[in-house]
């Protein structure tokens, strides 16, 4: 006699104590096991791909700066960069000098830019130092300060 009884899932045999197993049970099982298991292996949209197992294990780096007073900066990673943001240290987002406003904060994402100040490339990202202008400057690369910068993948 075959299998009784079989798993809810796969309908795989489980056997009651009076039945007796035979050969056809066994491969029928592994036909149905393969058949389940082969598909979802090969199924890539189920499982992550390596990259995006590196986005989840590390997802994005934290670059610390000083200032060297010229008008552009490009600080380089080992990825290419989808969002960044940076900021200077001991400084609120924007602050006012002699009726200006300075910029010390900026959030860009690739493809779509973003703030005054900030750029994302494709191996990093660019900060910039400008003048002011229209009452308004930029201040992410001012010789000699801090910045920090968190650059997502």
């Known amino acids: 006699m075959a299998s009784t009884n079989h798993t809810p899932n796969l309908g795989l045999c489980q056997w009651a104590a009076s039945d007796k197993p035979k050969r056809a049970d066994f491969v029928s099982d592994n036909s149905i096991i393969d ?40 600080i380089t990673v080992d ?7 940076v900021y200077k240290k001991n400084a609120p987002p924007v602050s006012y000098s002699s009726g200006n406003i300075l910029v010390n904060f900026a959030v860009a994402a ?24 229209g009452g308004v400057g930029v201040d992410l690369n001012v010789n000699e300060e801090q ?3 968190v650059i997502f993948k």
């Open 35 to 74: 058949t389940a298991l082969g598909g979802h292996i090969a199924n890539a949209a189920l499982h992550l791909t390596a990259s995006e197992k590196a986005k989840l294990n590390e997802s994005f780096v934290v670059r610390a700066y000083a200032g060297t007073g010229e008008s552009s900066r490009a």
């Open 79 to 85: 990825f290419q960069p989808t969002l960044a943001l």
């Open 147 to 149: 910045y920090v910068a």
């Open 110 to 133: 690739y493809g779509f830019g973003g703030s005054s100040g900030l750029s994302v490339t494709s191996t990093g990202i660019t900060v910039s130092q400008a003048s002011v202008t």
